[in-house]
């Protein structure tokens, strides 16, 4: 088993939808989580952290459920701009061990 | 702009040479990690320095080794290389004791 497991994609949705994605974590022993954006070829960047208590930004809302090992990212009203990579983040070890999943590809068409 | 610097952008070797890829982390970060991130696939870690040695590794053969300088530059040096090696290979760097990651924009090398 993958130590993180992404839904494999792509996503195709249409301007103004609501998506989700999903992501399970094998370490129970995970401390942090975050979500990444990357465009195609480029480098990834954060797109938010992960908190047991939810946390939002703007349109989009991550939920990390320790029990059952699970962090999900939605986005609200879906742009155009919002196509990329969307890769799910763990950490453990106080940082110094970094897992990405595999990532799962958004398409949002007009 | 993160900060992070990575250099060359774009190689191309042929099986069996050697590559050097180089890392200026953003200034105040001590850490560096070296990732490679093949075709539709995610980034996988493959060591990562603090403090001019190596803290940790990933699955990845002896033939990739790296360095870590006072300044806190790195290097990713990879010997007799082999097809599979072909990757975007991304250098990311952070504080100690805080895990958000900044990515530089990555060497794209090709192996033929």
């Known amino acids: 088993r993958k130590e993180v497991e992404q839904d494999p994609g792509p996503f195709n949705v249409p301007e103004g939808a609501t998506v989700a994605f999903n992501c399970t974590y094998s370490?129970?022993?995970?401390?942090?989580f975050f979500w990444y954006r990357q465009d195609c070829r480029k480098e990834p960047k954060l797109l938010m952290s992960?908190?047991?208590s939810g946390n939002e930004d703007g349109r989009f809302t991550a939920q990390l459920n320790r029990a059952s090992q699970y962090i999900s990212l939605l986005i609200r009203d879906s742009k155009l701009s919002d196509s990329a990579t969307y890769l799910c983040?763990?950490?453990?070890?106080?940082?110094?061990?970094?897992?990405f999943g595999a990532g799962t590809r958004l398409f949002v068409k007009a | 702009e993160t900060g992070v610097t990575q250099s060359p952008t774009h190689l191309i070797k042929t099986r069996g040479q050697q590559v050097t890829l180089r890392c200026s982390s953003q200034?105040?970060?001590?850490?560096v990690s070296w990732y490679q991130q093949a075709l539709g696939q995610g980034p996988q870690f493959i060591f990562q320095?603090?403090?001019?040695?190596?803290?940790g590794r990933g699955n990845f053969p002896p033939r990739f080794s790296g360095l870590q300088f006072p300044n806190y530059s790195s290097e990713l040096n990879v010997n007799a290389l082999e097809l599979d090696d072909s990757a975007l290979y991304l250098c990311?760097?952070?504080?100690?004791?805080?895990?958000?990651?900044?990515f530089g924009s990555g060497t794209q090398l090709s192996v033929l």
């Open positions: 990311a760097s952070s504080v100690t004791g805080q895990e958000k990651l900044f």
């Open positions: 370490n129970s022993a995970s401390q942090s």
């Open positions: 992960v908190y047991s």
């Open positions: 983040v763990v950490t453990w070890a106080g940082g110094f061990k970094t897992i």
């Open positions: 200034s105040g970060h001590n850490t």
């Open positions: 320095y603090y403090r001019e040695e190596e803290n």
